[in-house]
């Protein structure tokens, strides 16, 4: 069975950095599409970054591009996300996504398009 399981999430203080990851079981990662999204209450489910599981692929929200880095191990099936420079706009509920199209991310698709998600991970920035 395909399934997400994500750690990393914390406090923070502002300036600072985490590393979210999130490690795949039940298929390979580098047949799938990758996603990063993140939500604040009373907001929609923001993408903030993704990859191309085959081919390494990457895309970046503006809003993070040069301070959040994703990337990915193949032999411990695991995505990751390393945020640097934390503010208080980037306090939000972290999710990481899966999607059987491998093309997803190049195509830039919503959080609809992805088809696994792990359980979330609350990032809280704080002085």
């Known amino acids: 069975q395909v399934q997400l399981v994500e750690s990393g999430g914390g406090l923070v203080q502002p300036g600072g950095s985490l590393k979210l990851s999130c490690a795949a079981s039940?298929?390979?990662?580098?047949?799938?599409?990758w996603g990063w999204f993140r939500q604040a209450p009373g907001k929609e489910r923001e993408a903030v970054s993704c990859?191309?599981?085959?081919?390494?692929?990457?895309y970046y929200v503006p809003g993070v591009k040069g301070r959040f880095t994703i990337s990915r191990d193949n032999a411990r099936n695991t995505v990751y996300l390393q945020m640097n420079s934390l503010g208080p706009e980037d306090a939000d509920v972290y999710s990481c996504a899966a999607e059987p199209d491998l093309w997803a991310c190049n195509k830039r698709t919503n959080e609809r398009a992805y088809s696994y998600w792990g359980q979330g991970n609350q990032v809280t920035v704080s002085a």
């Open positions: 990859i191309n599981g085959r081919d390494g692929s990457t």
């Open positions: 039940g298929f390979a990662l580098n047949t799938y599409a």
